[in-house]
T-cell receptor
Framework: GAVVSQHPSRVICKSGTSVKIECRSL??????MFWYRQFPKKSLMLMAT?????????EQGVEKDKFLINHASLTLSTLTVTSAHPEDSSFYIC????????????????FGPGTRLTVL | GENVEQHPSTLSVQEGDSAVIKCTYS??????FPWYKQELGKGPQLIID?????GEKKDQRIAVTLNKTAKHFSLHITETQPEDSAVYFC??????????FGAGTQVVVTP
């Protein structure tokens, strides 16, 4: 159980184009999903918290107009990198919290396999 | 805010030996401490977690200890195997319930 998928796993795009990454919880419902960015040999950096049916909350320094997040259902959140530039190239990872359980178990985050974005 | 420090940054062990990774945190309100294993090119995989009302938890060859007074927690891997080679991250929840990650430990298990 607690499987999270991401699509695509890899994407290469030209500078100036937009790229959409999907994050799905396959066997549980997630009111909250998180988007992280990871540079090579570095730790995970939280970009934003995605809440189903409401606006995402962004971490300090993350441009909300550049990284659009939509959490339209309890199993799907999308991250769109708009007008991508080479400096946006990175490994993007989502995670999801299981909604079904209340109390301490809601802290647990399950991660997707990540999406490697390369902007030429 | 929460600050999580993790040591060592790299750890080489002989197959069969034990590996220990230590983390400290700063926010006394933190109450959930997961450990993740990340293989190259993949997402982090939850391997074990511990909550603040427990001092120790074990799952086969993996154990985690928590000292809330000292604000530190550790991951112990016994009888290491080559497939244990990966980057391991500790994390702690901050006051907003978000995870703050340590910098990671590259573990290399040599046969």
């Amino acid at each position: 159980g607690a499987v999270v998928s991401q699509h695509p796993s890899r994407v290469i795009c030209k500078s100036g184009t937009s790229v959409k990454i999907e994050c799905r919880s396959l066997d549980f419902q997630a009111t909250t999903m998180f988007w992280y960015r990871q540079f090579p040999k570095k730790s995970l950096m939280l970009m934003a918290t995605s809440n189903e049916g409401s606006k995402a909350t962004y971490e300090q320094g993350v441009e909300k107009d550049k990284f659009l997040i939509n959490h339209a259902s309890l199993t799907l959140s999308t991250l769109t990198v708009t007008s991508a530039h080479p400096e946006d190239s990175s490994f993007y990872i989502c995670s999801a919290r299981d909604w079904a359980t209340s109390g301490p178990s809601t802290d647990t985050q399950y991660f997707g396999p990540g999406t490697r974005l390369t902007v030429l | 805010g929460e600050n999580v420090e993790q040591h060592p940054s790299t750890l080489s062990v002989q197959e069969g030996d034990s590996a220990v990774i230590k983390c400290t945190y700063s926010d006394s309100a933190s109450n959930y401490f997961p450990w993740y294993k990340q293989e190259l090119g993949k997402g982090p995989q939850l391997i074990i977690d511990i909550r603040s009302n427990v001092g120790e938890k074990k799952d086969q060859r993996i154990a985690v200890t928590l000292n809330k007074t000292a604000k530190h927690f550790s991951l112990h891997i016994t009888e290491t195997q080559p497939e244990d080679s990966a980057v391991y991250f500790c994390a702690a929840t901050d006051s907003w319930g978000k995870l703050q990650f340590g910098a990671g430990t590259q573990v290399v298990v040599t046969p």
